[in-house]
């Protein structure tokens, strides 16, 4: 199967694309945002695609001298293209260290920011980014070593909602390092190759270029494939268990408001514990549209609470919602 056969079938299984969208595409200039961008030409010029607009957004972090090489390069395939192009110059070490933040860390808030920017400006529907099969086996490798959990082996999503719901694509996600390679020969692109991604300063670029490498030669050669069956296994078994979730939490439910939401202590305790879990993640989210900063331990410490039963006992586990137990209901009070 060639590589826009692949990217053509990722698009209709998820339904990545529909007809009349405006799509705001993150190129930086470099094989894998250049293959999609020209995979998505090529599939619309065939007519294989529904009908859609695309924009390029492209930053330069201003962090190596061939960064504006890679800008000029962008824009000028886009003007060929006749694609709108929308460039942001952005001094990402100096904004790091204003920030205390790591330059990789900033560098990203930055990309998305601007994205974001970009989408809400020309009012397009969707953000398309090129992560691809082997950013995947990266992503639950390096999620693995921070142990994650189960839901850090879904690794990245073909389709996301953010909080805000922004919707995310990425059409190569079944498509290999090799394999877009292979397409920027074949079609004579020329990207840019950012150099930096081959030094081991960053965690990614050390399970990038030693880790992965490792375990190809000593224990699979096929570990990037092996690594995205696994995400896609946790991926429909995390659909299954949120489908449960919510099934669960709507038969609990006693009350739903603004800032609070109250659920029955009793069907609360017929459930496993797992579903408990993920109740406690999805009824914070409705009530404060985030789960950021909830963490496993406050996770157990709420299902302890509600176990122990104690009258007035409550949690405050980020500042934001308030947990409270008392005559037979779990109540969630935002802060």
């Known amino acids: 199967m060639t590589i826009e056969n692949k990217v053509l079938e990722t698009i209709k299984k998820y339904q990545l694309i529909e007809k009349e969208d405006k799509l705001v595409i993150g190129v930086s200039g470099g094989p894998d945002s250049m293959a999609l961008l020209h995979i998505l030409l090529t599939l619309q010029e065939k007519e294989q695609i529904p009908s859609c607009t695309l924009l390029v957004a492209h930053v330069n972090h201003m962090l190596r001298k061939e960064a504006d090489e890679e800008t000029a390069y962008v824009e000028e395939f886009c003007r060929l293209h006749q694609i709108p192009c929308f460039v942001k110059r952005a001094k990402v070490e100096e904004l790091a260290q204003k ?3 790591g330059t990789e860390e900033m560098g990203r808030n ?10 809400q400006k020309e009012k397009a529907q969707k953000i398309v ?12 490798l390096m999620n693995i070593l921070r142990g994650s959990g189960t839901a850090g082996l879904r690794g990245i999503e073909p389709i996301r909602k953010n909080e805000k719901n922004v919707v995310f694509v990425r059409p190569l996600l079944n498509c290999t390092k090799e394999e877009i390679y292979e397409y920027c020969e074949e079609k004579k692109l020329q990207p840019k190759i950012d150099k930096s991604n081959q030094e081991n300063v960053y965690n990614r670029n050390k399970v990038r270029n030693i880790l992965i490498p490792f375990l190809e030669k000593e224990w699979n050669p096929n ?26 939490y709507g038969d609990m ?25 993920r109740v406690i993640r999805y009824t914070i989210n409705r009530l404060l549209g985030t789960t950021k900063d909830i963490e496993k331990i406050h996770i157990e410490d709420i299902i302890k609470l509600c176990e122990n039963n104690v009258g007035n006992k409550y949690l405050i586990p980020n500042k934001k919602v308030k947990v409270l137990v008392n005559k037979g209901k779990i109540f969630f009070l935002e802060q």
């Open 99 to 101: 920030a205390k933040m």
């Open 110 to 119: 930055i990309r998305y920011q601007f994205f974001e920017e970009v989408r």
């Open 129 to 140: 980014t090129a992560h691809h099969a082997n950013d995947n086996a990266e992503t639950v």
């Open 223 to 248: 570990i990037v494939a092996t690594l995205n069956r696994l995400s896609e296994l946790a991926r429909q078994e995390n659909q299954y268990l949120e489908r449960q979730t919510q099934k669960a």
């Open 253 to 277: 439910v006693l009350e739903e408001g603004k800032d609070s939401i109250v659920l029955s202590l009793k069907k609360w305790n017929g459930q496993d514990f797992v579903i408990k879990s």
